[in-house]
C-alpha cells in the first residue's frame, strides 16, 4: 500500500522560515520525481516546486523563486520543501506528490502528472 505523508506545517510569522518534509512508502522511491503544489482557500492547486528522480535539477514557480528549496534523501524516501522568506499569500495547505518516470532527469509541474498524493499540511503566514 503506497503511503505519502506531509508534515512540519504549521503557523509563522511573515519573513520566518518552515521546513515542510514529505515521506513516501510502499514505493521505490527513487522510481519517482516529486513535488510540492499548495492551495489556498478559495483557488486552484498551484505548483510550487518539483525535484528529478536523480535529484540533480528542480523546477519552481515564479512565486516561491529564491525562496523556496526542494530536495530529497532517496536513502530516507523523504522529501524537504525548506521556505525562507515567507509572506502571507504563501498560506495554503501544502501537498506533496510523487510522479512515476522513466526519466532520471525531467521534472513535472502539472498535477496530472503525479500519480500518488499525501493529504496536505496547512502551512499559515501571519502578517
Known amino acids: 500500500q503506497v503511503q505519502v505523508v506531509e508534515s512540519g506545517g504549521g503557523l509563522v510569522q511573515a519573513g520566518g522560515s518552515l521546513r515542510l518534509s514529505c515521506a513516501a512508502s510502499?514505493?521505490?522511491?527513487?522510481?519517482?520525481?516529486l513535488g510540492w503544489f499548495r492551495q489556498a482557500p478559495g483557488k486552484e492547486r498551484e505548483f510550487v516546486v518539483a525535484?528529478?528522480?536523480?535529484?540533480?535539477?528542480?523546477s519552481s514557480a515564479d512565486s516561491v523563486k529564491g525562496r523556496f528549496t526542494i530536495s530529497r534523501d532517496n536513502a530516507k524516501n523523504t522529501v524537504y520543501l525548506q521556505m525562507n522568506s515567507l509572506k502571507p499569500e504563501d498560506t495554503a495547505v501544502y501537498y506533496c506528490?510523487?510522479?512515476?518516470?522513466?526519466?532520471?532527469?525531467?521534472?513535472?509541474?502539472?498535477?496530472?502528472?503525479?500519480?500518488?498524493w499525501g493529504q496536505g499540511t496547512q502551512v499559515t503566514v501571519s502578517s
Open positions: 525535484v528529478t528522480r536523480s535529484g540533480t535539477a528542480t
Open positions: 506528490a510523487a510522479a512515476s518516470t522513466t526519466y532520471y532527469s525531467r521534472v513535472y509541474s502539472r498535477s496530472s502528472d503525479y500519480k500518488y
Open positions: 510502499g514505493v521505490t522511491f527513487s522510481n519517482y520525481a
